[in-house]
């Protein structure tokens, strides 16, 4: 049976403007570049670079008759459009850059490859024309850190269906012992334990050298897993002697191609900070770094174009009809653009205002013991907005200070309790939990549990498994793992 009844609820809706701007909030200084200039290009509407405009008559175009078309059913108000203001007010409040200072973009030299490194080589041996190619194929396969994870017999199988050369494993295995030879010593390896071998062939053949290399042959899980007794029982050596021998081994490099690749990243990852904070006579000053970003408005021959079709309302054809909607559209889109990079970056302005205010302390002092314990929600409480939107402002944002460049997730940290009842950052605790792993004994490092009991005399107390918490977090192994002789 149908029946009609009628239903009252409220709905949340985002709006397309809404959309645009949270997706905008979520992007660093260099990802909103990147997304100004594909607007710039997917839209002509949208103009860039400070121009001369005349100030347009409005008027006139107010007073035109009305059509009674569905296209002029279209409410177009040349107002929305066409402002005396033309330069953006986020350029203006946060650039502190004047337009005639002149910014020099250092360029950037790639410089040979770990790769091209081996090719070079591989070109100085005496080879034929298909081991060569082969050759050149395995050192193909050869990972940035210098490993070759792949098995010779995957690799014979694709350089049959690939290249076509049938090849045996074994003389596969020859040619990946030459590649051996190769600097940096060690590549080529499989595995963490044959580089260090490859790498210890080659060291003189001193007592320490020897043992080390009889180690990491016959005892490496003792090794790894840090059972210095059992290796000294094992080989029958004293403790200077096993510490000669491990001291070889740590010298080493396990990552053969990690001097390539580590200088080619440090090159290609500098951190463009979002925010600039100085700190000067006790006064702090912030600002957005806007240097790249460029003047945004809305172009001026798209609106004379708007103009001219509202102008000729009553000989308007189908065609000339639709032109009016879709310079319409790109204009408003050019304006809800420009809106949503203002919004943007005064949301940005505000909450990194209200993180300022909140570690005031640690912005004049530098030092890391005067962060005060801090969460999404203390911000979000001052600024009025959404705990997701400081969450969306503060992920993978950065700001310069006086003291270095910090990521906005370090100044947000936990609060506890001390026994006095004071509260605390956890930073702090992780702090002094660091203090106490740097001064233990290393021959017989603090289980989790030591290190609970310590921190109780401290007047911190902590659970054990917080403490393994903030040791991880720290990136510091098991008491076991920390174990020297």
Not at 71 to 90: K, Q, V
Not at 382 to 409: A, E, M, W
């Amino acid at each position: 049976m149908l029946k009609q009844q009628l239903q009252q609820k409220l709905q949340q809706k985002l709006s397309p403007q809404q959309i645009q701007v949270i997706r905008l909030l979520e992007l660093t200084a260099i990802e909103l570049e990147e997304r100004i200039k594909q607007e710039l290009i997917d839209n002509p509407a949208l103009d860039e670079g400070a121009e001369e405009h005349e100030n347009p008559d409005t008027d006139e175009f107010g007073n035109e008759d009305t059509d009674t078309s569905a296209e002029s059913a279209e409410d177009i108000s040349m107002g929305d459009y066409l402002t005396e203001d033309d330069i953006p007010d986020y350029k203006l409040e946060a650039d502190n850059f004047s337009k005639d200072q002149k910014h020099e973009d250092i360029p950037f030299s790639g410089g040979s490859t770990f790769h091209d490194f081996l090719l070079k080589q591989l070109g100085e041996r005496n080879l034929s024309e298909q081991d060569a190619k082969i050759a050149e194929y395995i050192i193909g396969n050869i990972d940035d850190n210098g490993y070759l994870q792949r098995p010779l017999s995957a690799i014979s199988d694709d350089l049959i269906f690939q290249v076509g050369i049938d090849i045996s494993t074994e003389r596969l295995e020859d040619l990946l012992q030459m590649i051996q030879d190769f600097e940096p010593a060690g590549v080529g390896a499989s595995n963490l334990r044959e580089c260090l071998l490859l790498q210890l062939e080659r060291h003189e053949g001193t007592p320490a050298a020897l043992l080390a290399y009889k180690i990491i042959d016959k005892s490496f899980d003792e090794f790894t897993k840090k059972h210095y007794d059992k290796i000294q029982k094992q080989y029958n050596v004293s403790e200077e002697e096993l510490k000669k021998a491990i001291h070889e081994i740590t010298m080493l490099n396990p990552k053969p191609g990690s001097s390539w690749s580590d200088s080619f990243s440090d090159g290609m990852s500098h951190i463009i900070p979002d925010f600039i904070v100085d700190s000067h006579d006790g006064e702090l000053t912030l600002s957005l770094n806007n240097s790249n970003i460029p003047e945004l408005r809305v172009n001026r021959s798209y609106t004379h174009m708007l103009e001219d079709y509202m102008g000729n309302k009553q000989n308007q054809t189908r065609d000339k009809k639709d032109a009016l909607l879709f310079v319409k559209q790109k204009l408003d889109s050019a304006q809800w653009f420009i809106d949503a990079i203002k919004q943007r970056q005064q949301t940005m302005l505000n909450t990194m205002q209200v993180i300022i205010d909140l570690q005031r302390d640690f912005f004049l002092t530098g030092d890391e013991s005067n962060l005060k314990p801090m969460i999404l929600k203390d911000v979000a409480e001052r600024t009025g907005y959404d705990i997701s939107t400081i969450s969306r402002v503060s992920n993978s944002k950065y700001v310069q200070t006086n003291f270095g460049i910090f990521p906005l997730k370090y100044f947000f940290s936990e609060s506890m309790q001390n026994e006095s009842g004071e509260e605390i950052s956890s930073r702090e605790i992780k702090k002094i939990l660091q203090q106490c792993i740097e001064n233990e004994d290393k021959r017989k490092p603090l289980a989790d549990d030591k290190l609970c009991d310590l921190l109780k005399e401290k007047g911190y107390v902590i659970a054990r498994r917080t403490v393994a918490k903030y040791r991880e977090q720290l990136g510091i192994p098991v008491a076991r793992l920390r174990k020297e002789i």
